[in-house]
């Protein structure tokens, strides 16, 4: 009797083993199961990261300049415009010409030689683009206008329409205008052409006018691009009326392409004035006045003059001009 009762403890003994063994080894495989479907997946992470990589360099933005300083606001000033008569040229001082490389996108296929028509330093205006619009006529007088250059004695000028004039960036720009007739006149932008004038529009001097088709036909459509001329003359700096080292408003005359900045040299660097609509950089606190002048146009040429006097409205020659294209 007793030998049978042993026997029956050793195989429920036996059995209890057999049970708790195969009790850990479903929890041991439950736990295994659990970490591998924790654990992130290689293949995904590794697809994802070029497309964050690519995010990146879309948004990145180019480092600024480090010796341009903000443009500053424009503060009111003198409605007068300035005459061109007022003063005569007074000798510059020491010159200097830099070249400045400009980064650009893939030329398009409206300017395959031109990167600079793609450069953030032009404006609706660029090299080697053809606008379509109508020219029109308009008696200009002694040839001052919006762009306060004062009476011209070449009266090969027009009026730019306003979208296009864009805040006189379009100041003493050469354009090339052809009629469908086959007629061509290359004039200056002196003026500005208000609303009703549509983009693309021209007014142009009864005398440009008249070089495209008889001045009472009066509107005819053309077709205009800019061009850079072979002008004997070089650019000219002058300041505006009221100025002193207190505040002072500058323009320069003549240059050959379209000028994009002007800068001025401070104590804490070369500083961008804001431009006006009647075509005056303006030096709210006067810093700079008086001083070296940078000017760039829309290529990225700079060119930098040392020695123009503060002295209001007298015209001085920089003898120097901005290469041809």
Request: charged share 20%.
């Amino acid at each position: 009797m007793h030998e049978t009762r042993r026997a029956a403890r050793q195989r429920r003994r036996r059995r209890g083993l057999v049970v708790g063994t195969t009790t850990g080894l479903a929890v041991t495989g439950l736990l295994v199961c659990l970490v591998m479907t924790m654990q992130a997946d290689p293949r995904e992470d590794a697809g994802r990261a070029p497309a964050t990589a690519v995010a990146d360099a879309q948004t990145a933005l180019p480092p600024a300049s480090p010796d341009d300083k903000p443009d500053t606001a424009s503060p009111p000033a003198p409605s007068t415009s300035p005459s061109a008569g007022a003063g005569t040229p007074a000798p510059s001082g020491t010159t200097s010409r830099t070249a400045s490389p400009t980064t650009s996108a893939a030329p398009s296929p409206t300017s395959p030689k031109r990167p600079a028509a793609t450069s953030p330093l032009t404006g609706r205006i660029r090299p080697e683009v053809t606008h379509q619009g109508v020219a029109t006529v308009y008696q200009a007088g002694d040839g001052d206008g919006a762009c306060s250059y004062g009476p011209s004695g070449d009266m090969m000028i027009a009026a730019m329409n306003t979208t296009d004039y864009e805040t006189s960036k379009a100041c003493g720009a050469h354009v090339l205008v052809r009629a469908e007739n086959g007629a061509s006149v290359t004039v200056r932008i002196t003026n500005e052409c208000p609303l009703p004038c549509a983009p693309g529009q021209l007014d142009l001097s009864e005398q440009a006018f008249a070089e495209l088709a008889p001045v009472s036909t009066g509107r005819i459509p053309i077709t205009w691009s800019l061009v850079s001329p072979d002008t004997p003359g070089t650019i000219s700096i002058r300041y505006k009326t009221g100025s002193s080292p207190y505040w002072c408003g500058i323009q320069a005359i003549g240059h050959r392409n379209p000028l994009a900045r002007l800068e001025v040299r401070t104590s804490g660097g070369w500083r961008r004035l804001a431009r006006t609509d009647y075509n005056y950089f303006l030096s709210p606190d006067g810093s700079g006045c008086g001083g070296a002048i940078r000017l760039t146009d829309i290529h990225g040429e700079r060119l930098t003059v040392d020695g123009i006097a503060l002295r209001p409205e007298v015209v001085q020659s920089t003898r120097v001009q901005f290469t041809r294209h």
